[in-house]
């Protein structure tokens, strides 16, 4: 699976977003799928996680109530709509799929399989 994340940019405080990850090939229903994001001198953090149907979501705190993630498995393509940005919110946002019934939390990002290139978002105070 290849992945490629787009969407970022520069908001203010207060403003939205909406991310999109294209997936290629023809198994995208079958892998959950996560975003995480990655701020200078930080580590990467977990964002949100989808399930294969779409059915459950799940969120970071921080992002919880401002953060939607959705996916359209008929256009193999995951989105992260983001409201209410916060200048703590910029990061690099990068988008990631794995396969399901691992024992590992979704959280974990080594426990992803792919991953794509990042799209930058920088939220301006």
């Known amino acids: 699976v290849q992945l490629q994340a787009s969407g970022g940019g520069l908001v203010q405080a207060g403003g939205s977003l909406r991310l999109s990850c294209a997936a290629s090939?023809?198994?995208?229903?079958?892998?959950?799928m996560g975003w995480f994001r990655q701020a200078p001198g930080k580590e990467r953090q977990f964002v949100a996680h989808?399930?294969?149907?779409?059915?459950?979501?799940a969120y970071a705190d921080s992002v919880k109530g401002r953060f939607t993630i959705s996916r359209d498995n008929a256009n193999n393509t995951v989105y992260l709509q983001m409201n209410s940005l916060k200048p703590e919110d910029t990061a690099v946002y990068y988008c990631?799929?794995?396969?399901?019934?691992?024992?590992?939390?979704?959280?974990?990002?080594?426990?992803?399989?792919?991953w794509g290139q990042g799209t930058q978002v920088t939220v301006s105070s």
């Open positions: 990631a799929a794995r396969t399901a019934f691992k024992v590992v939390s979704y959280s974990d990002a080594p426990s992803y399989n792919y």
């Open positions: 090939g023809r198994t995208f229903s079958s892998y959950t």
């Open positions: 989808i399930t294969r149907s779409g059915g459950s979501a």
